[in-house]
């Protein structure tokens, strides 16, 4: 009887809950829709980003050891069987650089040209982020100006009753406040991966100059 009492008691909670989520989406206006899709396509992107980057990231001592030993064996089989066991965009960039042979020359273009592709995976949809994080706060100012003027609408109608009208624009400041949430969530995770794309640059880098320094050693 008692956990059954508990149960309601919960369920009862639960929908109080998502009544006063709902008043609260109400209360703000058809903007809200907006921003909440900001904040969602935000959430989203920093959720697809996490699992792209954590699987673009490469062991920068196995690639190091490989290429010291190919600098000094000059063995490009051994080379080739670390980078096919290896993931990540640095590992991926050289194998695709070993791969199709060449002059040193050739083989530096090749890294460039490669370690391009790379990057423009790693950047896919941080333009997005930054688009919300201008377009969220303006969004929620905008709803905020339409409820305010709605508001200041019932002034004459409601002469004498301020309540009207202070419960109207506090319920227009709830569309501020949701975009500055939107703005704020998309900045973080937009500052976030800005980091990890410059430490993924920084491997494919120095990947590349271990790589050309054994291509030297081994033709020397």
């Given at each position: 009887m008692f956990l059954?009492?508990?149960l309601l008691f919960r369920r009862k909670g639960r929908e109080k809950r998502m009544n006063t989520l709902w008043h609260?989406?109400?209360?703000?206006?058809?903007?809200?829709?907006?921003?909440?899709?900001c904040s969602f396509l935000a959430a989203t992107i920093g959720a697809e980003r996490f699992l792209f980057y954590r699987g673009s990231r490469s062991r920068m001592?196995?690639?190091?050891?490989?290429?010291?030993g190919f600098g000094k064996i000059g063995d490009a089989a051994v080379l080739a069987a670390v980078l096919e066991e290896e993931d990540g965009c640095a590992a991926r960039v050289l194998r695709k650089a070993l791969a199709g042979g060449g002059s040193r020359t050739a083989q530096s273009l090749r890294l460039e040209y490669e370690a391009s592709r790379e990057l423009t995976a790693l950047r896919r949809y941080l333009p997005v982020l930054r688009a919300i994080v201008t377009l969220a706060p303006l969004l929620g100012l905008l709803g905020t100006v339409i409820g305010m003027i709605q508001s200041f609408r019932v002034l004459t109608a409601a002469a004498g009753q301020p309540a009207a009208v202070t419960g109207g624009?506090?319920?227009a400041l709830i569309c501020t406040a949701?975009?500055?949430f939107a703005a704020i969530l998309a900045l973080l995770i937009h500052s976030f991966f800005s980091q990890q794309l410059d430490e993924l640059t920084a491997q494919m880098e120095q990947a590349a100059n271990l790589y050309l320094a054994a291509l030297a050693e081994r033709e020397s």
């Open positions: 059954l009492f508990c609260i989406f109400q209360a703000g206006g058809w903007m809200m829709g907006p921003i909440l899709l001592e196995v690639l190091a050891d490989a290429a010291a624009v506090a319920e949701f975009g500055l």
